[in-house]
């Protein structure tokens, strides 16, 4: 489980500094339906012309600790508009925050 089912997680884009705090259940039925959460993380929208979070991962190896809990890409510059948050909730490890710049 990387998110949390009873507290929100926060979808931060700093290109328009909206920051939104999305329940577990919209996260989940967005997924599943291929919703914009969908597109934004997981997918490249529009067959492949739009970036996604996804593009960031598996691209040079393990993402850097640049505090206690903020991660960043691996060749990605301090401070960095893209980085995943993490929190302890319940013994496990949670999503927190995913900070992902968009136009």
Same mark, same amino acid.
């Given at each position: 489980m990387l998110f949390s089912r009873t507290k929100f997680f926060y979808a931060n884009n700093p290109l328009n500094t909206v920051r939104v705090a999305v329940p577990y259940s919209e996260l989940a039925a967005d997924l599943r339906k291929k919703g914009d959460w969908y597109f934004t993380y997981l997918e490249r929208g529009q067959g492949g012309d739009y970036d996604a979070f996804v593009d960031?991962? %598996?691209? %040079? +190896?393990?993402? $850097? $600790?640049? @505090? +206690? #809990? $903020?991660? #960043?890409?691996? @060749?990605s510059e301090i401070p960095s508009a893209t980085y995943v948050k993490w929190r302890k909730e319940g013994g496990k490890w949670v999503i927190d925050e995913i900070s992902y710049p968009q136009a």
């Open positions: 960031n991962i %598996g691209q %040079g +190896g393990m993402w $850097r $600790r640049v @505090d +206690g #809990v $903020r991660y #960043v890409p691996p @060749d």
